[in-house]
Structures are given as structure tokens and as C-alpha cells.
């Protein structure tokens, strides 16, 4: 039996009181049979759209009424009732042309992409599963309902929904649908860029999301072309024991579910294959986190990532293998270039990188262990690592005289001698040195990328 959540159960009983056959279907019961919560509960019934907002009234609205769609809003909460259809041909690959209403809930299902999404459930929790989709979530199998080809070229995104649905919740996809997933993988670039970008989220945020990347390269190289260079591509580097896509999942399989650190360790090494050589010491991949930014940086903006999203991976992958002492000005100096957050998302990817290496390498993880050690302890002190800790602020400067770009370059001159020790963040010391910045002939602009001294 699946409990259905009250602001659901007086949807799909209104609709019953009335006359009407009414289900929750696809993802919250597939979920619900896992023991998962689901995000939200769609519905399908066999009234039609108008007789959906006939019967709620000022309770629904109209969202998607060419296919069948009114969104009902119960005790606070939303859901999503569509009227039993079949769906005509896809000629955009994504949308049906058509939809024709109908009154059966087999032929509604049978419409859906896999089997562990055909599924439904009553208000009193008892379940129709025309196709299996319980046994197939029990085994671990995806399996496409009808023909698997048919049913991924309707609408190609449903590769990438199999894989991430793969990753997220541990399936493997039976032979056919293995098929499918991989001889329709080429109407992939017909789908938005946004719509990829979701999946491809999904998918890396799973847990068995480095085993599906493994499986399946082809198929994900088929939207991240840049990826493909690197299966395969041998580093001839006693560092390493596995090439530069197996290194990549090795570090992917050690890392925490973050979604931005997650796009970081997959990208942090894509620009090995353009920087590689060799010579008699073996191989050498100089240079490569600045590429592998780069094209960090353009996958990020073809896919559409928003800005910070964007600049947070690409600062990862390009500090991924510059060195941070591990001292207490090294650690304040990495604190100010990147700020918590991001150094704590750094040293997450540091960590996962080293253990994708050979094993003799993997010692590194105590230097990591010590770096976070200080990162605790300077954040336990109240350090001061960014303009807005520094004792003193622009009104300060501008008070003494300063101006212009002149005052931002002092107030960065302040904070360094901070981070670095050289002055205490009090008030009248900083003040003081500010007055000798301001008699001295030049005021040092301290550059945004990280120094090592």
C-alpha cells in the first residue's frame, strides 16, 4: 500500500465523489515504493480539463490544457491533474504533435517512458502496474515500456532521464533499453541546452553516477563532446594507474554529492589530452588546468549554467593542482582568494583527485587532513580573511585622503598584511599603516590571483 499525502488523497476523492476514475502517477509512487519522499504527486483522471476547473474552481488554473494539464491547489500545495491520453507522433522530439483524450488508464500509462514510471496508485493506496514496473524496481532494471527505440525517439531526453534515473537510483538498464539508450544517443542534439543541463545535474549527483559515466561515455559524449579525448587516454605517469577518464571517475566515486564540485572533478582534467608529452621521465600534462578551465568555462556557457554556477567550477578546476601550504598564512591567503565555500569545495576536489591516483600517491590525504585542520581553527578564531572582517573600510580611507582605485588597492594592501601577519587587524594599527601607504610613492595593487611566497 503507498500512503498518499492528505492534500492529494481530497484531489483524487473529489474527483472519484464525482464520478471519475482518478490515480497518482509516475514518480511519486515509483519513489513512494522506494521509501523515498517525493518531491511532489501528479494525478491522472479521466475527467476532462474543463471538468477538472469546472469542479475546483477557483481552486485550479489552467497550465498545460492543450495536453490535458490543470493545476490544483489543495490545503496550500499544488498538484498536477492530466486527463487519461495517448500521445501522437513527436516531430520536435520532445513535445507530441497531438494528444487524444481517453478513459483508460492502461493506455495513459502505456504513453510513458519506463516501466518504473508506469505506474499508479488509488486514493486508498492500491497500486495498477500494467508493466512490470514494481518487479523491474525490486530487480534494479530500467526498461523502456513498449519498443525502446521508439519510446526514446519520441522524446530524446528520456537517454539522459534513463541514465540519471540509473545513477539516482542504482538501475541498470536491461539489454534492449541498453540499446536504445545507446543507437538514439544522436537525437540528443536536437534537446535544449537547458533541458541537458538538468539531467546531466542529476545524473552527476547520483550515487552510481561514476559507474553510469563508465558505461555509458559515448552517450554522454554525445552532449559533452570534450569528455571523449579522455576515455582511453593513457598519462605514461607513475602518478597514475589509470587513464585520464578512469583517473576522472576513480576521483568522481571519492566525492560528496555537491553538484559544483561534482561538475569540478569531472572537468578538472579534460584538458590533459591537448597538453600531453613525454620524454624520457614519462608523461607530462603542463599547463593543463588552465585549458581544462577553459573548457570548463565553455561547456559551462553552452549549456547555459547561471554566472556564479559557471565561475565557481572554473576557479575550481583551475586551482585544483596548485599547491596551498599548509601553514597558517598559506591556508589565510587560499581563505581570501576564494573565501570558505569555495576553499572548503577546493580542498573536497584536491582530495577526490589525489585518490583517483595510484595508490603509492594517495598519501596526500593527511596534507589534506591538515589543511582543513587549520581552515577549523582559523574559523574558530574569527580570522580575519576578507574586506568585510578588515577592521577598517573605505569611508576610513576616504577620510585620510584616499580616492579612486587608490583606495581599493590600499584597502588590499591592509587585508594582505593581515592575512600574512605582518599587522594585527585592530583598528589603529591599520589606520597608521594606511597614513604610510598614503605618504609612500606607489600604493602596490595586489592581484586577484593567488601568490605564492
Not at 37 to 61: C, H, I, K, N, Y
Not at 217 to 233: A, S
Not at 278 to 290: C, I, K, L, N, V
Amino acid at each position: 500500500m503507498i500512503e498518499i499525502p492528505e492534500y492529494a488523497a481530497q484531489v483524487l476523492r473529489t474527483l472519484e465523489s464525482n464520478g471519475f476514475e482518478a490515480w497518482c502517477v509516475g514518480g511519486c509512487v515509483r519513489d513512494s515504493l522506494l521509501g523515498r519522499t517525493p518531491q511532489d504527486w501528479d494525478a491522472a483522471t479521466s475527467a476532462l480539463p474543463e471538468q477538472v476547473l469546472e469542479l475546483f474552481g477557483a481552486q485550479a488554473r489552467p497550465t498545460g490544457l492543450r495536453h490535458g494539464t490543470v493545476t490544483v491547489r489543495s490545503s496550500g500545495q499544488s498538484i498536477e491533474v492530466t486527463t487519461f491520453r495517448t500521445d501522437g507522433t513527436y516531430r520536435d522530439g520532445r513535445r507530441p504533435d497531438s494528444v487524444t483524450f481517453t478513459r483508460s488508464l492502461r493506455e495513459d500509462l502505456s504513453r510513458r517512458d519506463f516501466t518504473v514510471n508506469a505506474m499508479a496508485a488509488d486514493v486508498r493506496g492500491a497500486l495498477s502496474d500494467p508493466f512490470g514496473g514494481r518487479d523491474d524496481l525490486r530487480a534494479g532494471t530500467l526498461r523502456c515500456v513498449g519498443r525502446a527505440e521508439d519510446r526514446l525517439a519520441e522524446d530524446a531526453l528520456r537517454i539522459l532521464r534513463g541514465l540519471r534515473f540509473c545513477a539516482v537510483l542504482g538501475l541498470s538498464a536491461e539489454p534492449e533499453t541498453d540499446r536504445g539508450l545507446r543507437s538514439c544517443r544522436s537525437l540528443l542534439n536536437r534537446i535544449a541546452a537547458e533541458r541537458v543541463r538538468a539531467e546531466l545535474d542529476g545524473l552527476l549527483c547520483g550515487p552510481a553516477a561514476a559507474r553510469v559515466l563508465r558505461a555509458y561515455p559515448e552517450v554522454v559524449g554525445t552532449v559533452l563532446p570534450e569528455l571523449l579525448p579522455m576515455v582511453g587516454f593513457e598519462q605514461c605517469s607513475r602518478y597514475h594507474c589509470y587513464d585520464v577518464w578512469e583517473h576522472t571517475l576513480h576521483a568522481l566515486e571519492n566525492t560528496p554529492p555537491d553538484r559544483l564540485v561534482r561538475w569540478a572533478v569531472l572537468l578538472h582534467d579534460a584538458g590533459k589530452p591537448r597538453c600531453f608529452t613525454q620524454d624520457e621521465r614519462g608523461g607530462h600534462f603542463y599547463g593543463h588546468p588552465a585549458v581544462s578551465a577553459q573548457m570548463a568555462d565553455g561547456i559551462m556557457e553552452r549549456l547555459r549554467f547561471d554566472a556564479a554556477s559557471r565561475q565557481a567550477v572554473v576557479t575550481l578546476v583551475e586551482w585544483h593542482d596548485r599547491d596551498i601550504p599548509r601553514t597558517e598564512k598559506g591556508v589565510r591567503r587560499a581563505l581570501m582568494r576564494l573565501g570558505e565555500t569555495r576553499l572548503r569545495q577546493l580542498l573536497a576536489v584536491k582530495r577526490a583527485d589525489n585518490l583517483g591516483q595510484a595508490p603509492e600517491y594517495r598519501g596526500r590525504q593527511t596534507e589534506l587532513d591538515r589543511g582543513e585542520e587549520i581552515l577549523e581553527e582559523l574559523l574558530r578564531e574569527n580570522a580575519c580573511f576578507s574586506l568585510r572582517d578588515l577592521a577598517v573600510n573605505g569611508r576610513d580611507l576616504l577620510a585620510l585622503g584616499f580616492h579612486g582605485p587608490e583606495l581599493g588597492a590600499a584597502l588590499e594592501r591592509l587585508l594582505l598584511a593581515v592575512v600574512d601577519g605582518e599587522a594585527p587587524n585592530e583598528r589603529a594599527r591599520l589606520l597608521k599603516m594606511a597614513k604610510l601607504l598614503k605618504d609612500a610613492p606607489d600604493i602596490r595593487v595586489i592581484d586577484r590571483k593567488y601568490e605564492q611566497k
